[in-house]
């Protein structure tokens, strides 16, 4: 109920949850331990800041096109994770090629040079991909551009405007950041090599489309459903 961003009372969401009004607040605390903030006002109830869209594979799955459905090998969701990147590492050898690992929070996150990712909950798209190609590392120096021009196309088809590619792993909207995208890789038996396109890309609060240009929230998820039809754009893609 609280996904609207529109504020609910107590009294309310307990009649809808079945439970009693401290059960509410202890949820909300629980919400607040999370990062996730949310506005108390006397006399009107509870809201999320901005809303909150959670992933969807039903959703992903039925924007995709039936070429890309047939090509993924495969979605799986978490609700908190080390890390998207770790966990297919940990799995890759079990795994199809094409395979997506989503998460609504990373404990773990890193990027180039092994810096940290502040991850907070269902306010970032965090996303790793697995992908194999019967080629030599020599033959993959390309990809991080394009797995970056992939990424551009699919928020470009949903009417982003003003977005440039820096060189390699970097998206940028009106110069700032908007996209942190890295590749791992590793040579599996028979020379066949496993690579790990990441992303991670924030949300924009006030829309995709009149942001400063200081601004550095970057995806946009202000309209219904924002971020289920960006992942499905940019995993097609890919």
């Not at 990062?35 to 901005?50: F, M, N, W």
Request: with cysteine; hydrophobic share 40%; glycine share 12%.
């Amino acid at each position: 109920m609280l996904a609207d961003g529109k504020f609910h009372s107590g009294e309310i969401l307990g009649e809808a949850l079945g439970i009693t009004r401290a059960a509410v607040w202890k949820h909300l605390r629980a919400l607040k331990v999370r990062g996730i903030e949310i506005h108390s006002v006397p006399g009107k109830g509870h809201r999320l800041a901005g809303g909150i869209e959670l992933l969807s594979e039903m959703k992903i799955r039925a924007g995709l096109s039936d070429a890309a459905r047939a090509r993924l090998g495969g979605i799986e969701l978490f609700q908190q994770i080390d890390s998207t990147n770790s966990e297919l590492r940990r799995r890759a050898s079990g795994l199809p090629s094409a395979y997506a690992c989503f998460a609504e929070t990373q404990s773990v996150g890193r990027g180039r040079n092994n810096r940290a990712w502040v991850s907070p909950y269902a306010r970032n798209l965090y996303l790793s991909l697995l992908w194999r190609f019967n080629a030599g590392p020599d033959a993959l120096s390309g990809l991080s551009l394009a797995v970056g021009v992939a990424v551009l196309r699919a928020l470009q088809g949903m009417g982003v405007d003003g977005i440039g590619l820096k060189w390699p792993n970097d998206l940028l909207l009106r110069g700032a950041k908007l996209v942190d995208l890295v590749r791992a890789g590793g040579v599996l038996m028979g020379g066949l090599r496993k690579v790990l396109p990441g992303a991670q890309a924030r949300p924009m609060s006030s829309g995709p489309y009149n942001l400063p240009p200081s601004t550095t929230c970057w995806w946009p998820c202000a309209e219904p459903d924002t971020t289920s039809r960006a992942t499905q754009s940019a995993t097609a893609d890919f």
